[in-house]
């Protein structure tokens, strides 16, 4: 599903946030990207989701080298991905519904299709009763559900998600790990960062840790 051949990344100033890093992971499986802050473990999400391109190396994903793809290809790749943040980057002036809805909205899908998508994800993330409210009135932990519910509304291949408990108590943490757990039994390619350790210890997921742009570990090749 991934593969990350000698990729480099380095910002104008100078700045490698990624050196020669080279990893594969198979289509179906669940990992989880650890390491400091500043390890580089942003940058490998965006690269992977084409919000940045690759300085050096090659990048495939679902079989298909997408290191120079042109800008226009990029939105019909994203289509595979769905992206979690740790601050939820939602609309606030938006309801739960239209938030969930607006990558379908943008895709096109017609508004019959747009409401049953959506609203199976809220189901699916215990957020059906929430579908009208705003979001200033959820909980840092059903934000985050909403977040989630946001990024698998399209039906991605693969779902990355970038430091999604880090506001959340340990047990919020624990059932959103679960959550993912859950998707990636379904099929969904699931890479998660997270910097929480003694969480990601209970859970039998293969880590592949970053510490200063490089990996410093062997779980690269996953069955």
Do not use: C, W
């Amino acid at each position: 599903m991934i593969q990350f051949t000698n990729v480099s990344k380095r910002y104008p100033g100078g700045h490698d946030a990624l050196s020669n890093v080279s990893f594969h992971m198979e289509k179906g499986a669940m990992a989880f990207l650890t390491g400091h802050s500043g390890a580089g473990k942003s940058t490998l999400l965006k690269l992977i989701a084409l919000i940045d391109r690759t300085t050096r190396g090659q990048l495939f994903l679902d079989g298909e080298n997408v290191t120079r793809i042109s800008n226009r290809r990029i939105p019909y790749i994203r289509r595979k991905i769905g992206f979690i943040f740790q601050d939820h980057h939602l609309l606030f002036d938006r309801t739960v519904f239209d938030n969930v809805a607006l990558p379908l909205v943008i895709a096109g899908y017609p508004h019959q299709e747009i409401g049953k998508r959506v609203r199976a994800a809220l189901d699916k993330l215990g957020l059906l009763n929430k579908e009208r409210v705003y979001p200033i009135t959820l909980s840092g932990g059903e934000a985050q559900r909403v977040g989630i519910a946001r990024a698998v509304v399209n039906r991605p291949m693969l779902l990355l998600a970038d430091e999604p408990t880090g506001n959340l108590d340990p047990e919020l943490s624990r059932e959103i790990m679960k959550l993912f757990g859950l998707f990636n039994d379904v099929g969904v390619s699931v890479l998660v960062a997270s910097h929480d350790i003694a969480l990601i210890e209970q859970l039998d997921y293969p880590v592949l840790q970053l510490a200063h742009g490089k990996l410093v570990n062997e779980a690269a090749e996953y069955a």
